[in-house]
């Protein structure tokens, strides 16, 4: 039952007073997509999803589901259903009822929402429960009923604010399993609201990076993990360092730089015009210890910390104007050529490790 | 591995842990004992006493000068046997209902436009506080300015008059029921306005969103989540005004002008006379039927959740 919708948000803004929560930002999800809104606490996702369900007016722009501009619709006739933070079920329902909420707000005879609602229940495995009230449930427990409450109405897209915050880690990873089953089956457009990036990673086939009530890149979440579009989406997924210089040449697809009283190093990416500021990423885990394998692709750095993390062992260094630079290597390589704090080693990256960042025009 | 490091603790604790366990919770039950006694003290002083005091009167015996301890069930038989009793009682079931029926429908809108319409938590406080304002006068006083706007010369009266709207003035504006009902609607609608702003504050606002979300309008909102999750605090309500009126005699004597009677009034009117076995009696069937009353309203609705 492939039957999703497109959903076109375009230059749509969200203006409290005088701050504004989201800049005229412009995006279209895909029908039967998962999609992803990516960013830390404040960075307007939550305001865009509560948008595009109707629960907050829209300062400029326009909101499209299908062919249907939404805009100025109620929540319950845009063909969205929400997923609240805290699943925000009826404390004074029991499940049935909680499920059939919204075919009883249609009038929708007794018998005959009480056995959807039941089927419904039966989808999500939580039939054995139905005479029970929310609070005799565990967290992922509500969550289900929640999913089957919005469900009920047969949405075109379903939109989750934070729906695995409040579940252990464990229930989490689980939860996350089954909210992906559930898209694919169902076929349906599922927006994701979400600050875990390995959440995004695990989920999403589209990753809408926000900082700042800004979409900084909106891709598949590979090309946001190997390509970050910006030094916020690198620093923000984590596994790139993020270093900032002044442009010094580029020459053949690289960008030589150098680091204000520090290092001269070079990147792979387009000619930027020589003396301004151009930020790089260079992935963490292929950073190696050993001599570099052209000139600034490397430097030798003062080790400040090591974690051993299992798998691998994350080293801290710093030199040639670089403060905090992660290492992860393997930790065969590691305990092969152990190191030690205070070390100074040499530190190298291949030419297609480090990227040339994008910025936002603001 | 992982395996190894969580059952590990287990295996340690239970030999240790039980012995400190059950001599910390002997030691606790004791301390918890000491811990109730200062209210216990106090509710067995002034409630428990009182109570078995009037019960233990209610059955003695007196004359027009004084009263013998004694066993007897004439008080009981001469409250309950006369029909004087039953209509006093009628009277004030009457008043309580009425009372009750008004104060839940305009508590129920104050609260509900101060939980819901307020944006502002500061203002909410304001606004509150605002309607305490009057409780800071006394009783009597807050009643007795209801003369001279009710009554026959007072400022109803005269405005209606003179705007031309009645020939003559309104004679059941003061001293009648309806003043009594008015008053006491005035004395008592904080205590239904408190417990339901309450419980209206509690309410998680998301589920407001979530019920519009599966299409409820604003009466369906109000209807199916808001009135069923704000029953507790009416029931808590209800209790405060029902006990009010049932004990009240003051509203009922100044404002009805001696013309109608309730249970407390007719007590009162006993004690007046030094019959006080017979208004111990009094005292004791009208505690039963309150009880009753409240164990009733709690039997409908459960106000654990907002003790």
């Known amino acids: 039952m492939s039957k999703g919708a497109n959903i076109d948000i375009v230059s749509v803004s969200k203006v409290y007073g005088s701050t504004t929560a989201v800049h005229p ?23 865009t999803l509560r948008m595009i369900a109707g629960h907050e007016s829209l300062s400029s722009g326009d909101i499209r589901l299908g062919n249907i501009v939404v805009t100025d619709l109620p929540p319950a006739r845009r063909g969205t259903a929400m997923m609240f933070q805290s699943y925000a079920l009826f404390p004074h329902l029991d499940l049935v009822d909680n499920v059939a909420f919204s075919l009883r707000m249609k009038g929708v005879d007794k018998t005959e929402r009480r056995a959807r609602a039941l089927d419904m229940l039966k989808l999500m495995q ?3 429960y139905a005479p029970r009230r929310p609070a005799q449930l565990s967290g992922g427990q509500q969550q289900r009923v929640a999913l089957a409450r919005a469900l009920i109405t047969d949405p075109e897209a379903l939109l989750l604010d934070e729906p695995l915050s409040a579940l252990d880690p464990f229930l989490k990873i689980r939860m996350r399993a089954e909210l992906k089953k559930l898209q694919t089956s169902l ?37 946001v993990f190997e390509r970050p579009a910006t030094a916020f989406v690198a620093r923000f997924m984590g596994d790139h360092n993020v270093i900032s210089g002044k442009v010094t040449g580029s020459d053949q697809g690289m960008v030589y730089f150098d680091i204000p009283q520090g290092g001269s190093f070079a990147a792979s990416g387009a000619p930027r015009e020589t003396g301004s500021t151009v930020d790089v990423g260079i992935r963490t885990d292929h950073v190696r210890i050993g001599e570099a394998p052209g000139h600034g692709l490397g430097f030798t750095g003062v080790v400040s910390n090591i974690e051993y993390r299992g798998s691998t062992v994350k080293l801290s260094a710093g030199g040639a104007g670089i403060e905090d630079f992660t290492v992860i290597v393997s930790d065969t390589d590691f305990f092969a050529r152990p190191v030690s704090v205070g070390d100074a080693v040499p530190l190298a990256w291949d030419a297609e490790d480090a990227i040339v960042l994008g910025r936002l025009d603001s | 591995m992982a395996v190894a490091a ?13 012995r400190t366990r059950s001599s910390r919770r002997a030691g606790a039950g004791w301390v918890s004992y000491v811990q109730a006694l200062p209210l216990a003290l106090i509710l067995a002083c002034f409630l428990l006493l009182p109570i078995l005091m009037i019960t233990v009167v209610s059955f003695w015996d007196y004359d027009f000068a004084s009263m013998y301890p004694d066993f007897v069930t004439m008080n009981y038989a001469d409250t309950l046997g006369s029909w004087v009793t039953w209509k006093t009682y009628l009277n004030t079931l009457k008043y309580a209902f009425m009372v009750w029926a008004l104060t839940l429908f305009i508590g129920f809108w104050v609260a509900y436009y101060l939980a819901f319409h307020i944006r502002t938590a500061a203002m909410q406080m304001v606004l509150f506080l605002v309607c305490t304002v009057p409780f800071l006068t006394s009783n009597i006083i807050r009643m007795i300015s209801w003369i001279p706007v009710l009554g026959r010369n007072g400022l109803v009266n005269t405005s209606l008059v003179d705007i031309g709207l009645i020939p003559a003035p309104i004679e059941w504006l003061l001293y009648s029921d ?39 309008n604003g009466w369906q909102v ?10 507790p605090g009416m029931a808590i309500g209800t209790i405060f005004v029902v006990t009010l009126v049932m004990a009240d005699f003051s509203t009922v004597q100044v404002m009805s002008g001696g013309q109608s009677a309730s249970v407390a009034l007719m007590m009162k009117n006993q004690m007046s006379l030094l019959q006080y076995p017979a208004a111990a009696a009094n005292a004791v069937v009208l505690l039963i039927l309150v009880l009753f009353m409240v164990a009733g309203i709690l039997r409908i609705v459960d106000i654990r959740k907002e003790l």
Request: proline content about 7%; charged content about 15%.
């Open chain 1, 25 to 47: 930002i412009s995006l279209t999800i895909p029908a039967a997509t998962y999609c992803c809104l990516l960013g830390p606490s404040g960075c307007g996702k939550t305001s």
């Open chain 1, 187 to 223: 076929g349906i457009t599922f927006v994701h609201v979400t600050h875990s990036q390995e959440e995004a990673m695990a989920l999403a086939d589209l990753v809408v990076v926000m900082n700042d009530g800004r979409i900084e890149q909106a891709a598949p979440p590979r090309d």
């Open chain 2, 178 to 216: 309806f003043a009594v009902v008015l008053a006491m609607v005035h004395l008592y609608t904080l205590f239904m306005v408190t417990p339901i702003f309450n419980t209206l504050m509690r309410i998680d606002r998301s589920l407001v969103e979530a019920a519009r979300d599966a299409g409820a």
């Open chain 1, 126 to 128: 939580m039939e054995a």
């Open chain 2, 222 to 231: 109000l209807t199916a989540v808001i009135l069923p999750l704000a029953k």
């Open chain 2, 6 to 18: 969580t059952e590990q603790p287990a295996i340690v604790e239970p030999t240790r842990a039980p």
